[in-house]
């Protein structure tokens, strides 16, 4: 490339070419001089990003920081499975390589992220005064490779005697963030 992607000045002895270490793109220096880490393509330190790329990225280290931890170490739901009548208790957490949402109770499931199509979050009114409401539980659909059709799972958060409703609820935001920063990072 022989011009900036963004502002369209040309590269020459005083302008120099620099590339995005996230989109790859030619940028001259005032277009690309955010230094952010960059973890998903393992970068240690942080590198080099043009602006659009660096909001992600911001996004994905807050993440990284704060709710992979919580979906990691999972939480208990009530778990449905399609038109099911009959919920099963389980633990529902992301696997440690970050491909499946594993769901463990008297049986055991993996369902791979790449298959989840459709992330709902379910919620229950509004506080008094306003703010936001208060999830409660979560709509899945995904597909079962070698199958047709659709598959639909519904978490709902239950008290547990140990960690409590507020482990679940943490879990439901952390996943709902997940599947923002999934979608965003699809369209780029």
Not at 97 to 105: A, I, K, P, S, V
Request: net charge positive.
């Amino acid at each position: 490339c022989r011009r900036c992607m963004q502002c369209d000045a040309k590269f020459d002895f005083l302008t120099r070419k620099h590339h995005c270490r996230r989109c790859g793109k030619c940028f001259c220096d005032r277009c690309c001089s955010q230094k952010v880490p960059l973890r998903r393509m393992c970068f240690v330190d942080p590198v080099r990003q043009c602006a659009e790329c660096a909001l992600v990225s911001h996004k994905e280290a807050e993440f990284y920081d704060k709710q992979l931890k919580v979906l990691l170490s999972g939480a208990t739901f009530l778990v449905t499975f399609g038109n099911s009548e009959k919920p099963e208790t389980m633990i529902c957490r992301l696997s440690n390589n970050q491909r499946y949402l594993f769901l463990d109770g008297d049986s055991h499931y993996e369902i791979e992220i790449v298959h989840i199509s459709t992330v709902q979050l379910l919620t229950e009114g509004f506080p008094p005064g306003g703010g936001n409401a208060r999830a409660t539980g979560m709509f899945l659909q995904y597909t079962v490779p070698g199958t047709e059709g659709v598959t639909q799972l519904k978490l709902t958060a239950v008290e547990d005697a140990n960690v409590g409703r507020r482990q679940a609820v943490a879990w439901l935001v952390a996943m709902h963030k997940a599947a923002k920063l999934l979608y965003e990072s699809r369209d780029q």
